[in-house]
T-cell receptor
Framework: DQQVKQNSPSLSVQEGRISILNCDYT??????FLWYKKYPAEGPTFLIS?????DKNEDGRFTVFLNKSAKHLSLHIVPSQPGDSAVYFC?????????????FGKGTKLSVIP | EAEVAQSPRYKITEKSQAVAFWCDPI?????LYWYRQILGQGPELLVQ????????DSQLPKDRFSAERLKGVDSTLKIQPAELGDSAMYLC??????????????FGPGTRLTVL
């Protein structure tokens, strides 16, 4: 049973346009959500996070939106740049024992076309 | 900028051999995680340490995998004997840990294991 789902394996966007990556989750107990970017042969790099008490968090070109009633979050990248081409993982956290355990989606491969 | 260190970056071994991976977390991070990532999938937690203690190893195949963090700093993950299905990327992550409301995990570069 996949608790975190990224239903789009890939996404292509023109440089300068908006990239929207989506993520759905099933466990209503998740209270912390993160997005990671991963290049081939490297570890995931933390991008942005959001707590369940918020519905939006912004950091430069990256904005994460959380819709708790729909159990849905999205990552917006504006404007998209060729260097953004990577695999993006959505992760959901469940607090416990003083730290978070994360459940990851399968990832969405973003290609930004120059 | 502080980073999580892992070695080796790549490891090729034959089936039934023993392999070991090393991780040095960001200084001051109490929590350390080992994940396994199979191609096309997201990382899956194998084991979580809080200082030197195991918090969760429910997904660790204990018949062949072992992990330790003896002094609560660096950690070793061992597989003995390795099987073909163990081929994957092994990722280490660390976070500040206890008392943190938003406990971001930071990942190392990973070890790519190939079992022949």
């Amino acid at each position: 049973d996949q608790q975190v789902k990224q239903n789009s394996p890939s996404l292509s966007v023109q440089e300068g346009r908006i990239s929207i990556l989506n993520c759905d989750y099933t466990n209503s107990m998740f209270d912390y959500f993160l997005w990671y970017k991963k290049y081939p042969a490297e570890g995931p790099t933390f991008l942005i996070s959001i707590s369940s008490i918020k519905d939006k968090n912004e950091d430069g070109r990256f904005t994460v939106f959380l819709n708790k009633s729909a159990k849905h979050l999205s990552l917006h990248i504006v404007p998209s740049q060729p260097g953004d081409s990577a695999v993006y993982f959505c992760a959901a956290g469940l607090s416990g024992a003083g730290s978070y355990q994360l459940t990851f989606g399968k990832g969405t491969k973003l290609s930004v076309i120059p | 900028e502080a980073e999580v260190a892992q070695s080796p970056r790549y490891k090729i071994t034959e089936k039934s051999q023993a392999v070991a991976f090393w991780c040095d977390p960001i200084s001051g991070h109490a929590t350390l995680y080992w994940y396994r990532q199979i191609l096309g999938q997201g990382p899956e937690l194998l084991v979580q340490f809080q200082d030197e203690s195991v918090v969760d190893d429910s997904q660790l195949p204990k018949d062949r995998f072992s992990a330790e963090r003896l002094k609560g700093v660096d950690s070793t993950l061992k597989i003995q004997p390795a099987e073909l299905g163990d081929s994957a990327m092994y990722l280490c992550a660390s976070s500040l840990g206890v008392g943190q409301n938003t406990d971001t995990q930071y990942f190392g570069p990973g070890t790519r294991l190939t079992v022949l």
